[in-house]
């Protein structure tokens, strides 16, 4: 069962004089988008060396900070069985979050230990990795992350017609500079679990809050919806979801793979662009 957690001030403050402005950036990371796997966190924080002292490095450094108490680890099940160590995902703990500073989601109470089932953990892994790798274009200057949030801080509120509040809560928002461009998206990972109605129930919610002029009031322009999928079947079915759209709204969605999201995320097309 979660249970709020209170952490007395003199451990966090020990806790904070032995952490590294990498382990602290670890942390961050892991506040940002809940869990991360070892190598995601190796790419992120352990960038110099062979890639096998890189992970010798990163399995390290996650074994101090699952003993320090401020991760927690989780041994992930692929295929049936155990992955063993490289098969550990991370996930931050209720003591990491007070060495942050940070609160609970929506600024609610800190928390223990969450868990979640595989679904999710495949999930969150799979937004985590668009996050890894738009980091990893940054450093190469690519492309420039402007910002990325992910749930709860990137969900959207808004009235409904029968003036009812309605909310729009994407995997993650999304701002990108290329050369003298900026471009913006809300970001869908779909690993094929929900329903085409329910795709289309989503669809037609973006639909609504670009209708009601919010984001554009707010933002200056209204960011692209990428749905994000795993195969070339998956994004067809969706394109036709999405087809089947009120025909002014369907030009705020693109469907693409997941392993092409930070091209996707750069391209050419102007809507979602603010120059």
Known sequence: ???PLSIPTARVERLRSRLSPRDFAVLASLNRVRLLSLSQIRRLAV????PR????????MMTRLTKLGVVVRFSRII????AGSSGYIYGLSGLGQAVLSTDGPLGGRRRRVWESKPYFQDHMLAVAELYVQLVERHREGTTELLAYDAEPANWRHFTGAGGELVQIKPDAYVRIGRATTEYSAFIEVDL??????????????????WRSGMEQQWRGVFPKVLWLVETERRRERIAGVIGRLALDGQALFDVGLLDDGPQLLSGTDQRGAAA
């Open 47 to 50: 960038t110099d060396g062979s």
């Open 53 to 60: 002292a890189r992970t010798r490095r990163a399995q390290l």
């Open 79 to 82: 295929g049936g069985v155990r």
């Open 1 to 3: 069962m979660v249970r």
């Open 192 to 209: 094929s679990t929900e329903t085409l109605p329910t795709i289309q129930k989503k669809s037609q919610r973006y639909i609504d809050y």
